[in-house]
């Protein structure tokens, strides 16, 4: 009994060591725009209607489906071709919970 009490505080020790504090989510990718709302004199909003890429990262992953229900908010001239392309981020640190496109 004691080894495996001594053996459950190890594991529960050694796997807090290895959680993250995930202020940053990312994902790279590719996405195929449906639509853009101006916000302001620089920034945009663009709503997502498919992807030819979508990576999230390892560590910290930013959900594709958060992506495509919330839309990135963007520099209004990002957007070629209908498509946007870059690493796509929301920082929680902030009272923000948009996504943007570095």
């Known amino acids: 009994m004691k080894k495996a009490v001594l053996a ?3 594991l529960m020790s050694v796997s807090s060591s290895f959680a993250q504090d ?3 989510e ?3 990718g590719i996405a195929l ?3 853009v709302e101006v ?3 620089t920034q945009c909003r663009a709503k997502i209607n498919g992807v030819k890429m979508f990576s999230p990262a390892y ?3 930013l959900s594709l489906d ?3 229900v919330s839309g990135v908010i963007i520099n209004c001239n ?3 071709e209908g498509r946007i392309d870059g690493i796509f981020y929301r920082d929680n640190s902030k009272n923000d919970s948009n996504i943007y496109l570095y």
């Open 66 to 68: 958060e992506v495509l």
């Open 26 to 28: 990312e994902a790279q």
């Open 39 to 41: 916000l302001n004199e």
């Open 59 to 61: 560590n910290c992953p």
């Open 22 to 24: 995930c202020t940053l």
């Open 33 to 35: 725009v449906s639509s």
């Open 78 to 80: 990002r957007v070629h």
């Open 8 to 10: 459950l505080s190890v």
